[in-house]
């Protein structure tokens, strides 16, 4: 439990310093991903809803301390983008599973592969949406640029986390089988 903890904390620190001072450098067409957001979703398939709202918070709030751009915009859309994301895309409980067969629904949960990609899909969407509207609010009248950077940054973010998603549950000990008792 305790090196579990450890990886997480860890995880959650280098989450920050990833997206505070990586992204920059790893731009395409002057966009660059969004790791943070790319990595959360990661956890959340892998870790679960809870874990997810302590690392997105914990970013967030690092992020608005450290790289303040609107007010307490950071501490705000990080958990609302990665929450939603994480109650489509997070396991479901066997009590959740059983109800849903119950009442007639498809039981099975999705590939964790493909619900990592579309969990970080949905919590990107969100977050350039939110900014667009943002932007459109302040007075500023959207063109084709702001669209296409836009598109650009939820493609890239969620390629980027289909390609993390391996090593961090790799790291993280999601391949590993549990020994029968």
């Given at each position: 439990?305790?090196?579990?903890?450890?990886?997480?904390?860890?995880?959650?620190?280098?989450?920050?310093?990833?997206?505070?001072?990586?992204?920059?450098?790893?731009?395409?067409?002057?966009?660059?991903?969004?790791?943070?957001l790319a990595?959360?979703?990661?956890?959340?398939?892998?870790?679960?809803?809870?874990?997810?709202?302590?690392?997105?918070?914990?970013?967030?709030?690092?992020?608005?301390?450290?790289?303040?751009?609107l007010?307490?915009?950071?501490?705000?859309?990080?958990?609302?983008?990665?929450?939603?994301?994480?109650?489509?895309?997070?396991?479901?409980?066997?009590?959740?599973l059983?109800?849903a067969?119950?009442?007639?629904?498809?039981?099975g949960?999705?590939?964790?592969?493909?619900?990592?990609?579309?969990?970080?899909?949905?919590?990107?969407?969100?977050?350039?949406?939110?900014?667009?509207?943002?932007?459109?609010?302040?007075?500023?009248?959207?063109?084709?640029?702001?669209?296409?950077?836009?598109?650009?940054?939820?493609v890239?973010?969620?390629?980027?986390?289909?390609?993390?998603?391996?090593?961090?549950r790799?790291?993280?000990?999601v391949?590993?089988?549990?020994?029968?008792?």
């Amino acid at each position: 439990m305790v090196k579990k903890g450890l990886k997480f904390a860890f995880l959650t620190l280098l989450c920050y310093l990833m997206q505070s001072t990586l992204s920059q450098y790893l731009s395409l067409w002057d966009v660059a991903p969004n790791i943070a957001l790319a990595i959360i979703a990661v956890v959340s398939v892998a870790m679960g809803r809870k874990y997810t709202f302590v690392m997105s918070v914990t970013v967030g709030y690092l992020l608005e301390l450290m790289l303040p751009t609107l007010p307490y915009i950071n501490v705000i859309l990080y958990p609302v983008c990665a929450m939603l994301g994480s109650l489509a895309f997070s396991d479901k409980s066997e009590l959740k599973l059983e109800e849903a067969r119950t009442l007639g629904r498809r039981a099975g949960n999705l590939p964790p592969h493909l619900r990592t990609m579309l969990c970080a899909l949905v919590s990107i969407t969100v977050f350039e949406t939110v900014n667009l509207m943002y932007v459109y609010l302040s007075g500023i009248q959207l063109d084709n640029g702001h669209w296409s950077r836009a598109v650009i940054s939820v493609v890239y973010t969620t390629a980027l986390a289909g390609a993390l998603q391996f090593p961090i549950r790799w790291w993280l000990g999601v391949y590993k089988l549990k020994k029968a008792r």
